[in-house]
């Protein structure tokens, strides 16, 4: 039996939903917390679930430590995770000709674990500190009725009707694709760029010659129509024991006019440059996503509305990102119930850390995953000058373009006698802009 209005309601149960509810809960609030899965912690959807540990991303510097705590450095927070994780040891991008660019540092370039166990862990904590979950619920809308007070529009999955329930606040956490940010404001002043479509499948038996890592595989050569990207990671399911093995993730990821991305992935399998590292290996499971790209909502607290992890965010905060923020609107909601002083913190807080809201950064991004722009044998020839070199960086949206930017920066003499159309080609693509950057790569 619902209440008739509650302190806060969270609408969506990823890592920044259920954060937020545990957060607020712990902070002494009446707490709902919807979403539209019946079972909240089940994963179907695609997602590297990586932890980024290079220092400082969003601010922070996040580790796991003890084998079993996720643990944020200057937020003093620490999540608990009970399942099994890998540690990639290299970030490589290989092109259709077996050429690469590795990047790697002593602490690893990111930590893969599983989802579902730290979702299963956080809704246990919500539900003992007596946070009211509904499941198979759409949250619709979000309405500022009054100064204090929110409405929220729902339905269940199985039902065309419509019902309400009253808050003091209302928390966007209903994910990329966010309903709730939609009806803000501030959602219509975001910029649309496309809409890209994930698929996975989990491998057991890839036979691999690289140690754990994350791998894109860059070029045209390595999808049917030559667009989209693969990816692939060494992850464990959630059932992992200690001493297993971990399995492949591997992702094809395209805008939507495109090939589907089963005929994709089944093609890469059978067909590709590289099938016989796949040869004798078992689908154990699969996933799938739809993203749209937005820029960030620089604004995400709007009445007592506020949008927490990637409902306000170009593609992703990543799992780590979306707990943080969670958790830090979370507190500064509880402040301003106590005290009336508003949502300016967690704003600032958002736009100060999330790199997506500077200038800039989407741009940088884009052009390190839209590499694209040339053909298969232009990239072979450019990451055959890297081939034998190993090059310190992370898994990170933000900064391992800059690397691999810079790797090809320090060859560019050399280009430029070997290959002018090459060197005109990479710096003419690097002052290219978001947009541009997309087209090219589709």
């Given at each position: 039996?619902?209440?008739?209005?509650?302190?806060?309601?969270?609408?969506?149960?990823?890592?920044?939903?259920?954060?937020?509810?545990?957060?607020?809960?712990?902070?002494?609030?009446?707490?709902?917390?919807?979403?539209?899965?019946?079972?909240?912690?089940?994963?179907?959807?695609?997602?590297?679930?990586?932890?980024?540990?290079?220092?400082?991303?969003?601010?922070?510097?996040?580790t796991i430590v003890n084998?079993?705590?996720?643990?944020?450095?200057?937020?003093?927070?620490?999540?608990?995770?009970?399942?099994?994780?890998?540690?990639?040891?290299?970030?490589?991008?290989?092109?259709?000709?077996?050429?690469?660019?590795?990047m790697s540092n002593p602490?690893?370039?990111?930590?893969?674990?599983?989802?579902?166990?730290?979702?299963?862990?956080?809704?246990?904590?919500?539900?003992?500190?007596?946070?009211?979950?509904?499941?198979?619920?759409?949250?619709?809308?979000?309405?500022?009725?009054?100064?204090?007070?929110?409405?929220?529009?729902?339905?269940?999955?199985?039902?065309?009707?419509?019902?309400?329930?009253?808050?003091?606040?209302?928390?966007?956490?209903?994910?990329?694709?966010?309903?709730?940010?939609?009806?803000?404001?501030?959602?219509?002043?975001?910029?649309?760029?496309?809409?890209?479509?994930?698929?996975?499948?989990?491998?057991?038996?890839?036979?691999?010659?690289?140690?754990?890592?994350?791998?894109?595989?860059?070029?045209?050569?390595?999808?049917?129509?030559?667009?989209?990207?693969?990816?692939?990671?060494?992850?464990?399911?959630?059932?992992?024991?200690?001493?297993?093995?971990?399995?492949?993730?591997?992702?094809?990821?395209?805008?939507?006019?495109?090939?589907?991305?089963?005929?994709?992935?089944?093609?890469?399998?059978?067909?590709?440059?590289?099938?016989?590292?796949?040869?004798?290996?078992?689908?154990?499971?699969?996933?799938?996503?739809?993203?749209?790209?937005?820029?960030?909502?620089?604004?995400?607290?709007?009445?007592?509305?506020?949008?927490?992890?990637?409902?306000?965010?170009?593609?992703?905060?990543?799992?780590?990102?979306?707990?943080?923020?969670?958790?830090?609107?979370?507190?500064?909601?509880?402040?301003?119930?106590?005290?009336?002083?508003?949502?300016?913190?967690?704003?600032?807080?958002?736009?100060?850390?999330?790199?997506?809201?500077?200038?800039?950064?989407?741009?940088?991004?884009?052009?390190?995953?839209?590499?694209?722009?040339?053909?298969?044998?232009?990239?072979?020839?450019?990451?055959?000058?890297?081939?034998?070199?190993?090059?310190?960086?992370?898994?990170?949206?933000?900064?391992?373009?800059?690397?691999?930017?810079?790797?090809?920066?320090?060859?560019?003499?050399?280009?430029?006698?070997?290959?002018?159309?090459?060197?005109?080609?990479?710096?003419?693509?690097?002052?290219?802009?978001?947009?541009?950057?997309?087209?090219?790569?589709?």
């Amino acid at each position: 039996m619902l209440k008739e209005k509650y302190d806060m309601i969270v609408v969506g149960a990823g890592p920044a939903g259920l954060m937020t509810a545990k957060t607020a809960a712990q902070e002494g609030l009446s707490v709902l917390i919807m979403d539209m899965k019946r079972d909240i912690p089940k994963i179907d959807r695609s997602c590297c679930t990586m932890l980024i540990n290079e220092p400082s991303t969003h601010g922070d510097t996040c580790t796991i430590v003890n084998n079993n705590t996720i643990h944020y450095e200057k937020l003093g927070l620490d999540v608990k995770y009970t399942g099994q994780w890998a540690r990639l040891e290299q970030s490589i991008r290989i092109t259709p000709g077996g050429k690469k660019l590795i990047m790697s540092n002593p602490n690893g370039v990111s930590i893969a674990y599983n989802k579902e166990v730290l979702l299963r862990g956080i809704l246990e904590d919500c539900e003992k500190l007596g946070v009211d979950v509904l499941t198979e619920t759409f949250g619709l809308r979000a309405e500022n009725t009054k100064k204090d007070e929110v409405k929220v529009l729902f339905r269940g999955s199985r039902s065309r009707t419509i019902s309400s329930v009253k808050a003091r606040i209302a928390v966007a956490a209903d994910g990329v694709n966010s309903q709730i940010a939609m009806g803000l404001e501030s959602f219509k002043k975001r910029k649309f760029f496309v809409t890209f479509r994930v698929a996975s499948y989990f491998l057991e038996g890839v036979k691999s010659p690289f140690p754990p890592a994350f791998i894109i595989f860059v070029g045209r050569g390595h999808t049917p129509d030559g667009n989209g990207a693969m990816y692939m990671l060494d992850k464990h399911l959630a059932d992992a024991k200690p001493g297993d093995k971990p399995i492949i993730d591997l992702m094809y990821a395209t805008p939507v006019i495109n090939t589907s991305n089963k005929m994709g992935l089944d093609n890469f399998l059978k067909n590709g440059r590289f099938k016989h590292w796949f040869e004798g290996a078992k689908v154990v499971h699969t996933a799938a996503a739809t993203l749209n790209f937005y820029t960030c909502m620089l604004e995400p607290a709007e009445g007592n509305i506020i949008a927490v992890g990637d409902a306000p965010s170009f593609i992703e905060t990543y799992c780590q990102g979306a707990m943080m923020y969670g958790y830090k609107a979370a507190k500064v909601a509880a402040e301003h119930l106590r005290t009336g002083c508003g949502y300016n913190e967690y704003a600032e807080y958002w736009r100060k850390t999330f790199e997506y809201c500077w200038p800039g950064e989407i741009e940088k991004a884009l052009r390190g995953y839209g590499i694209g722009f040339l053909n298969d044998e232009e990239l072979d020839y450019l990451f055959g000058l890297t081939d034998n070199e190993i090059y310190d960086g992370y898994v990170s949206e933000n900064t391992a373009p800059a690397v691999m930017k810079d790797a090809f920066m320090s060859k560019m003499d050399r280009i430029k006698k070997e290959r002018p159309e090459i060197a005109e080609k990479f710096l003419k693509f690097h002052q290219s802009d978001a947009h541009e950057v997309l087209e090219k790569t589709k």
